[in-house]
């Protein structure tokens, strides 16, 4: 069966520190890869998707970058933090192409002080 | 704009006391709604998927239904573990990814 797991759980990062959260999916191949951030009193926000290695779209202007250096890992990054940078970012995948529901991880909660 | 719209925001039942949950949706090209629940600290977890208007979905307690406008969660004599946030979201993009434009969810409590 498959998995994904996301780490660290909780964060709590200076502003203008960097960051990197880092997900991985186990038991499939060449899975379509997304990071989501749901921010306090609002929905989940997509950030990024990923059809493949080294395939990154973005969603939303901001302050952070998403690599896939693999086919099951997807990192989240910023170089410089912001406060409105805090929230609960949620790793998820789907099957190769088709259509089928998101499975999550449980979340890093980012809180930037 | 596409827009999804979950309501009540909060909703506090007695166990045993059945009531609905609603999500109404303005979106073009609709592809498929989705529920999921979401338990605090967690990731939400997949409920039901519909894709057309007069399915319905049921699973232990829950049943999903669809309209060309709203979809609802049902939920029957419920019990204190189905506590949750439950979410609803639309797919209205390309097969190939899932781009879920999602409601601010509504949270449920029951009381034992």
């Known amino acids: 069966s498959q998995t994904i797991h996301q780490w660290p759980a909780t964060l709590v990062q200076p502003v203008g520190s960097p960051l990197s959260l880092e997900c991985t999916v186990e038991?499939?191949?060449?899975?379509?890869l997304y990071w989501y951030r749901q921010a306090a009193g609002r929905g989940l926000q997509l950030l990024f998707y990923?059809?493949?290695?080294?395939?990154i779209s973005s969603e939303v202007p901001q302050n952070l970058s998403a690599s896939r250096p693999q086919d099951r890992q997807f990192i989240l990054s910023s170089k410089k933090l912001l406060l409105s940078d805090s929230g609960f970012y949620l790793c998820?995948?789907?099957?190769?192409?088709?259509?089928?529901?998101?499975?999550f991880g449980n979340g890093t909660r980012l809180t930037v002080t | 704009e596409d827009q999804v719209t979950q309501s009540p925001e909060a909703l506090r039942l007695q166990e045993g006391e059945s009531s609905s949950l609603n999500c109404s949706y303005t979106?073009?090209?609709?592809?498929?709604l989705f529920w999921y629940r979401q338990d605090p600290g967690k990731g939400p977890e997949f409920l039901f998927t519909?894709?057309?208007a007069g399915e319905e979905k049921e699973k232990e307690r829950l049943k999903a239904t669809l309209t060309k406008k709203e979809s609802f969660l049902h939920i029957t004599a419920p019990k204190p573990e189905d506590s949750a946030t439950y979410l609803c979201?639309?797919?209205?993009?390309?097969?190939?990814?899932?781009?879920?434009?999602f409601g601010q969810g509504t949270i449920l409590t029951v009381h034992p």
């Open positions: 998820a995948w789907t099957p190769p192409g088709g259509f089928s529901p998101l499975h």
């Open positions: 038991g499939t191949s060449n899975p379509n």
């Open positions: 990923s059809v493949g290695i080294g395939q």
């Open positions: 979106v073009s090209g609709l592809r498929g």
């Open positions: 519909l894709y057309s």
């Open positions: 979201a639309v797919q209205i993009g390309p097969a190939s990814y899932g781009k879920l434009t």
